[in-house]
Structures are given as C-alpha cells and as structure tokens.
C-alpha cells in the first residue's frame, strides 16, 4: 500500500482548507542557523544581549525562516507534485514568532485554473496561514504555482527491497 502521495491539479477545489498535520517547534539554533547562512546583521535575531533591551526583551525569529517553515508545512497538502513555484504574495507577519514557539498552518485554495500555455499543469493559488501555539497568526501569505495534472510529470522512484540471503540472514 502506498502512503500518501500529494494532490494533482485535479484534486484542488476552490474554498478548500488543507490543515497541515505536522507543527514545528522553532530552536534557537534554527534562528542563528538561518540568520547568518543569509547573512542578515541584525542583532535583533542573534544577539541576546541586545535583543534584551528592545520591546521584545528576547530574540524574535527570522521572518525569512518563518516564511520557510510555513512554506515546507504545506508541501504535503499543496506542492508535493509542484512543477514551479511562480510567487509568493501579500507576506504579512501580525505577531512575532519566538525562540521555542511551535508553528503550525493550513492553506485555503483561492484558485484552481487549467494553465492556457502548458497543457500538463494547473495554476493553484493558496492562502496559507501560519500560527503558533496560542493560536496567534504569526505569518499569512498567498502562493501561487504550477501543479502537475494527474498522469503528467515525473514520478516518484518505485525501488522496491530486494531480500537476498545476506538481508534474510540479517533478520534471524
């Protein structure tokens, strides 16, 4: 039996909410990680010592991460057969995300068009909304890409385990 293998253009219906099912909690390592391989210098996001002294009186997360990790919670739901991504759009962040905060999201389909200039794809907008532990919106953004019809685009490696005598003696 096959686990589950993402939806095709086909399986997009305007109005539905996917709730991602995989929430995430944000490490302080995660934030320095991201921070310094974009080579962001603000001191808002590394340094504690200065953070301390601002509203927040702590660290807040890299937006950029946030945008990221909300992006990949969807991959399940929404771009698992994806072709491109085409853009992201109205980014908007109401509340800040913290060290140790856990973020979890869903998408709302916007839009779900046959593309006019390549047969084997669909054009799917989403909104996905992206929040922490409280329940507090942290992130909101529309998405739009090109998601494979079904039966069009690659498919995923069908290798299957081969049980030769060193792989059964194994088990005994």
Known sequence: MLSWQGRYFEDFTVGDVYRHPLGRTVTTTDNIW?????????????????????????????????????????????????????????VRLPHPVFEGDTL???????????????????????RTVGFNQRGEIVIVFERTLLVYRRGHGPRFADVRPVWDERSRKALS
Do not use: C
């Open 34 to 90: 991201l921070t310094l391989l974009t080579q962001n210098t603000a001191p808002l996001h590394f340094d504690a010592h200065y953070a301390a002294r601002t509203e927040f009186g702590k660290p807040l997360v890299d937006s950029t991460f946030t945008l990221a990790l909300v992006t990949g919670q969807s991959v399940t739901d929404i771009s698992q057969h994806v072709m491109a991504n085409l853009g992201w759009d109205k």
């Open 104 to 126: 979890y999201s869903q998408s709302e389909v916007l839009l779900a068009r046959r593309s006019t200039s390549r047969p084997e794809v669909g054009v799917v907008t989403v």
